[in-house]
């Protein structure tokens, strides 16, 4: 009886908890009706219908538009109580259906004529972000080689900058690179004029340290980040790089952040595996450059150093539609001119500008604005080489998450990295492994050892628990470390399982068929069987690779010329098999494993 | 660091543009401050320079050369 009653609370609690879930459809907003007539209903039928309702309700139904007519498709003005009145009225009868005409927000594109050429600002949805933030309040410093008053910057508000190379106050631009940056991050924009800037409500501080020729010394430099953080700057943007490790460089970055002060930083133009200076240095965020197609940039540094990737451009020749335009001038004449630039240098700015939008929103800890730039990126799956960082910047992502107030510090390679327990010549990414997958098969391994174990009584040893490793996960986040400017391919391979060894060196995760299969286990255990100790590796490896294998084969079959499709879980799940099998059979009643 | 490299004077496309000598066996050198003269693309040369570990640029395409000298070749 006592149970009748409970399953009855039950029940009806269910009941009460589905009648009032409201659910997607009731959340839009509406003031009109769409009214679609049957399609047996005869033309004469629905006007006397239309004129009926006309009458009842004092409304006048109107076609939605010229195509409506062929589809019976009538549109009244209306709200909730007309929308229940309809509904309960005769013409219910002659209609298919009777529903609100919900209002689609569309984001306001800007006003800016050439906007539509700029495909980076749509890549990174900094539309949606505007519907909360245009970064008013917050102030971006402009390390470069100063920034000149073209036309498309004359809504921007600055601030007092300096010009360290020719040592005076106004920091005019006579090379065209930082007033086209300074474009990215706060372009008038919504002015009828030109192109769109990301933070455009925001302040620029233009610092001048690069000359005409584009170069700079490194004393200019650092007292530029410190001026920057002493005067109000609450980001500071450095699209430059280049040169060794400065402790002065490296002091003055760690006095900026001690001021709250977020940098960012190009990750460099040399295709190479690592960052260059100052992106390298820890509390600098370092961006690496994408393509309109939403690759890494043929030139971008990539690997040891790298947060997080952004547009950056990439023209074709004389092509200028891949490259990111804006309004800067011409370093000849000192004329305005509208021009297409790529590099990491165009990437930096985009980052800048969001993490401008984040300290408009309050978020005032530096290492919070990272975190929140990083978790908001968008994923890019399968990054063996960290071309990407945490991801692709993703303006809206980042401003809702700021506005949620729901930030976790889960970044504890960082943490390390920067409290100086780690040299700083490595470097780890802890968005490369895909963590809950090498668990898994970790556990797994051992589960199925123990299963193992109840039927076949055998010792616990270190070269099982080896070979279980090496079968299963490999030394998996070893694949995440980076000595900068060195190949990153032996900790590849380290941190890889015997089945993924075939696509390590080249660092893809796609599983080669020969590596991801019974064969090294089966060899293994043929070379080893008549070892008292190291069979018992081979027989770990065995039991290892049926966890790795039957993981991979549910959560990522994609393999070498297979595709991942039902032929690759298949191949994967036989696979799995034939080692556990093989296990089985090369585990003998009361076998003992030696320690 | 003084040194000399052979090589080919070529502009690269990043930001508004940057001369760089491509040295015969491929690395790249961004050229610092280099004389007009050198501004001449597919122009085949050897530089007598220093690199520069104290200077930074917004070109980021490998290390800063500074010409000391230099002697166009055939």
Redesign the interface.
């Known amino acids: 009886m006592k149970k009748l009653l409970l399953l009855g609370l039950f029940l009806g609690g269910l009941w009460l908890a589905i009648a009032n879930f409201t659910g997607l459809a009731h959340q839009g907003t509406y003031d009109s009706i769409v009214l679609d007539f049957r399609e047996d209903v005869g033309a004469a039928q629905i006007e006397e219908q239309v004129q009926a309702i006309a009458k009842q309700f004092n409304i006048s139904p109107r076609l939605n538009s010229e195509f409506s007519l062929a589809d019976h498709v009538f549109v009244v003005p209306g709200d909730q109580k007309l929308l229940r009145a309809l509904k309960k009225s005769e013409v219910r009868k002659y209609t298919e259906f009777i529903e609100p005409n919900y209002i689609y927000q569309a984001f306001i594109a800007p006003n800016d004529p050439d906007y539509g050429k700029q495909w980076n600002l749509r890549s990174i949805n900094v539309e949606a972000a505007w519907d909360e933030t245009k970064g008013k309040g917050a102030t971006v410093a402009v390390i470069d080689t100063g920034i000149s008053p073209v036309p498309d910057l004359a809504k921007t508000t600055f601030v007092k900058g300096y010009d360290f190379v020719n040592d005076r106050v106004e920091a005019i631009d006579d090379n065209g690179h930082g007033t086209h940056v300074a474009g990215t991050i706060a372009q008038s924009t919504n002015n009828s004029f030109g192109v769109a800037g990301i933070a455009y409500e925001a302040n620029l501080m233009p610092l001048k340290v690069l000359s005409s020729s584009g170069g700079g010394n490194i004393a200019d430099i650092a007292e530029a980040i410190r001026f920057a953080a002493d005067n109000g700057a609450q980001v500071v943007n450095m699209s430059l790089g280049g040169g060794g490790e400065s402790q002065l460089m490296k002091e003055a970055i760690d006095y900026a952040h001690s001021k709250e002060v977020v940098i960012v930083a190009a990750a460099g133009n040399s295709n190479e595996n690592a960052a260059a200076y100052p992106a390298r240095y820890p509390y600098v965020i370092g961006v690496s450059a994408l393509g309109p197609s939403g690759t890494k940039a043929p030139y971008s540094n990539f690997g040891a150093g790298i947060d997080i990737s952004a547009p950056g451009g990439s023209r074709d020749g004389d092509d200028p539609a891949g490259g990111i335009l804006q309004n800067t001038i011409n370093p000849e004449t000192g004329e305005s001119v509208f021009e297409a630039y790529q590099g990491t240098s165009m990437a930096a700015p985009h980052v800048a500008g969001v993490a401008a939008l984040l300290k408009a929103e309050g978020i005032s800890n530096p290492d919070e604005v990272e975190d929140v730039l990083k978790q908001s990126a968008l994923k890019v799956e399968n990054d063996a080489l960290n071309h990407y960082g945490a991801g692709k910047l993703d303006a809206a992502a980042a401003v809702k998450l700021a506005t949620r107030g729901r930030i976790t510090f889960c970044d504890f390679f960082r943490w390390l990295r920067d409290n100086g327990y780690l040299n700083p010549r490595f470097w780890i990414d802890g968005g490369v492994i895909a963590l809950w997958p090498k668990i898994l098969m970790v556990i797994g391994s051992y589960l199925l050892a123990w299963f193992l174990r109840n039927f076949f009584p055998f010792t616990w040893g270190w070269s099982l628990s080896t070979g279980l490793i090496a079968g299963s996960s490999g030394l998996f986040f070893l694949k995440g470390i980076y000595l900068f400017d060195a190949p990153q391919w032996p900790f590849r391979v380290l941190g890889s399982s015997i089945a993924e060894l075939g696509g390590a060196i080249q660092g893809t995760t796609t599983l080669n068929p020969i590596f991801a299969s019974v064969l090294i286990p089966l060899a293994l255990i043929v070379l080893l069987l008549g070892h008292s100790q190291w069979k018992w590796f081979a027989i770990g490896t065995a039991i290892g690779m049926t966890a790795c294998l039957g993981v991979s084969a549910i959560l990522s079959p994609a393999m070498m010329w297979m595709g991942d499709g039902i032929a690759a879980r298949i191949f994967l799940l036989v696979n799995a098999v034939f080692c556990f099998a093989l296990a089985r059979l090369a585990v003998q009643p009361g076998g003992a494993s030696t320690t | 660091m003084s040194m000399q490299v052979e090589g080919t004077i070529e502009r690269?496309?990043?930001?508004?543009g940057?001369w760089a000598l491509v040295s015969n066996d491929g690395k790249?050198y961004?050229l610092?401050?280099p004389p007009a003269d050198l501004h001449k693309a597919g122009l085949n040369v050897k530089v007598k320079g220093e690199i520069?570990?104290?200077?930074?640029?917004?070109?980021?395409?490998?290390?800063?050369l500074e010409v000391k000298s230099f002697e166009v070749l055939g």
């Open positions: 690269k496309g990043l930001g508004p940057t790249t961004e610092h401050n520069r570990e104290d200077i930074m640029s917004f070109a980021m395409i490998g290390p800063i």
